[in-house]
């Protein structure tokens, strides 16, 4: 098997491991983008240090491949995190932004492992595919699926209240369910993207609870009962969001340092995301429903002077 690289053409760019990193975030189209262009210098150069993190890893289990390449290449990153924090040199310009967040943030090294961890459960552990096409999850418990979504996006969160120095008890609960709530609606956003490489993180629970006995996403996505499981699941991200909106509330009124205004930011444009997902419903999936760069640009802007639109 070829030794795994850290470094892609894909990823890295010409330049200052920061600009590297921003040039990752900034062709994503994602809608982190504008939250974090608006941010001091230092903390921008570490979201996007972190997101183009997220998104190496994330495409090293999303694209074709070998499940074992996959699993040594995510290998390769718990490495060359462990070698960060021990004081070694980074081996790819990811790594050398990674480093500068870390030094200059504190950032657990645990929560950049738990990415990892949750990216490689979307890769078959048995060397082949899980019966699916390409591998991964299809149907899990909803206690795995919550797992999941705390490694994947939790973490993120974890991290980020660091950059934005408040980590205390009332904000991490806040990024743990807003972490959630984002990867929830998220999955109810891509059910036809994730069907299309094997994957169906919609819980087996709420698909029980549908009359759905199947996995195969192809025919999950087509059953008729399907509008009942993503309401559901809806309705899970919605309980989150407000457990995010409560817990912000308390850190607010103890007076806590730091500012969460990108977090909050990110809070109003992914609700509203939710919303319109709803509003859609689950019939006509192919009809992508988004929020467009002006939107995010003006939410943004709004959040960063003090004044939060409504979601």
């Known amino acids: ?11 890295d760019t010409a330049g200052s491991p920061a600009a590297a990193a921003a040039a990752v975030t900034g062709r994503s189209g994602s809608t982190f983008y504008w939250p974090m262009l608006l941010l001091p210098r230092s903390k ?3 979201m996007f240090a972190i997101y183009a993190f997220c998104r190496r890893i994330d495409d090293i289990a999303d694209e074709p491949g070998e499940p074992a390449e996959k699993r040594a290449a995510l290998d390769a990153w718990r490495t060359e995190i462990r070698g960060l924090y021990a004081g070694g040199a980074p081996s790819s310009s990811l790594g ?9 943030y504190g950032l657990p090294r645990g929560e950049l492992e738990a990415l990892i961890d949750g990216m490689a459960m979307d890769i078959p552990a048995d060397g082949g595919t899980d019966g699916n096409g390409s591998g ?3 149907g899990p418990a909803l206690p795995t699926l919550r797992l999941y979504c705390r490694r994947v996006a939790g973490a993120v969160g974890m991290l980020a209240i660091r950059v934005f120095d408040r980590a205390d008890a009332s904000t991490e609960a806040f990024a743990l369910a807003l972490g959630e709530a984002l990867q ?5 956003r891509d059910l036809t993207e994730d069907a299309e490489i094997g994957r169906l993180y919609l819980p087996r629970e709420l698909l029980d609870d549908a009359g759905i006995g199947s996995s195969d996403p192809a025919t999950v996505l087509t059953h008729p009962n399907l509008p009942q499981t993503c309401e559901a699941l809806a309705v899970l991200a919605e309980e989150r969001f407000a457990e995010a909106r409560r817990a912000l509330a308390e850190g607010q009124a103890a007076g806590r340092r730091g500012s969460l205004w990108a977090a909050v930011a990110m809070m109003v444009l992914y609700h509203r995301l939710l919303v319109r997902l709803r509003a859609r419903g689950w019939r006509d999936l192919d009809r992508r429903v988004r929020v467009g760069k002006r939107e995010c640009a003006l939410v943004a802007v709004r959040c960063a002077l003090g004044y939060p639109p409504a979601a």
């Open 1 to 11: 098997m070829p030794q795994p690289s850290l470094d892609s053409t894909q990823s």
């Open 44 to 46: 921008r150069a570490a």
């Open 96 to 104: 050398a932004a990674l480093k500068g967040a870390i030094e200059r």
């Open 136 to 138: 991964g999850m299809t």
């Open 184 to 188: 929830l609606t998220n999955i109810l």
